[in-house]
């Protein structure tokens, strides 16, 4: 059962334009969302997150916007960059609860 | 160096044999965490632990048997490896709980034949 789901296993986008991830969950407690990015043969690392009290935040080129009633988050990266390549994963908990992961995205950015 | 390390990165074993997965943190972090990957499951909670010698299961535990005598080690163990525990494992830290943002180490990617 999973709960948090990444419908898109790839996106390529060109260097200099927007790459949207996204990201949709089913469990309804869910209160705190996450995005980690994470290269290969290394570990996931933590990009930004938001808890469920906003519908944005942003981090430099980074933005995460959730839609509640729809239980749909997505990650916008402007402008891309090659090094933005990578595998994204979607991450959501309730309070004192496990994360629960999406399968992940694999971005590619073409210079 | 301060951080979070994984030993070893990869390795093969045969079925039914016992393996232990190392993880050791230097930051002193109450909360460690392994997780398993899988395409198309992402990342799974296999134990955690909020302190030294206090664990729990978590969303896979079966198969998988854990320990922690001190703060900065957590070692993972399958006592009897089957095919499907062949898998990337991760383990991760942090000071906050299993809701918050973790570090992760570089993971192990262990392969079961």
């Known amino acids: 059962d999973q709960q948090v789901k990444q419908n898109s296993p790839s996106l390529s986008v060109q260097e200099g334009r927007i790459s949207i991830l996204n990201c949709d969950y089913t469990?309804?407690?869910?209160?705190?969302f996450l995005w980690y990015k994470k290269y290969p043969a290394e570990g996931p690392t933590f990009l930004i997150s938001?808890?469920?009290?906003?519908d944005k935040n942003e981090d430099g080129r980074f933005t995460v916007f959730l839609n509640k009633s729809a239980k749909h988050l997505s990650l916008h990266i402007v402008p891309s960059q090659p090094g933005d390549s990578a595998v994204y994963f979607c991450?959501?908990?309730?309070?004192?609860?496990?994360?629960?992961f999406g399968a992940g995205t694999r971005l590619t950015v073409k210079p | 160096d301060a951080g979070i390390t994984q030993s070893p990165r990869y390795k093969i074993t045969e079925t039914g044999r016992q393996v232990t997965l190392m993880c050791h943190q230097t930051?002193?972090?109450?909360?460690m965490f392994w997780y398993r990957q899988d395409l198309g499951h992402g990342l799974r909670l296999i134990y955690y632990?909020?302190?030294?010698?206090?664990?729990d299961k978590g969303e896979v535990p079966d198969g998988y048997v854990v320990s922690r005598s001190k703060t900065e080690n957590f070692p993972l163990t399958l006592e009897s490896a089957t095919r499907s525990q062949t898998s990337v494992y991760f383990c991760?830290?942090?000071?906050?709980?299993?809701?918050?943002?973790?570090?992760f180490g570089d993971g192990t990617r262990l392969s079961i034949l």
């Open positions: 469990n309804s407690m869910f209160d705190y």
């Open positions: 930051w002193s972090h109450s909360y």
């Open positions: 991450a959501a908990s309730e309070i004192n609860n496990d994360m629960r």
């Open positions: 991760a830290s942090n000071d906050r709980g299993g809701n918050q943002p973790q570090h």
């Open positions: 632990s909020a302190a030294a010698d206090i664990t």
């Open positions: 938001i808890s469920s009290i906003k």
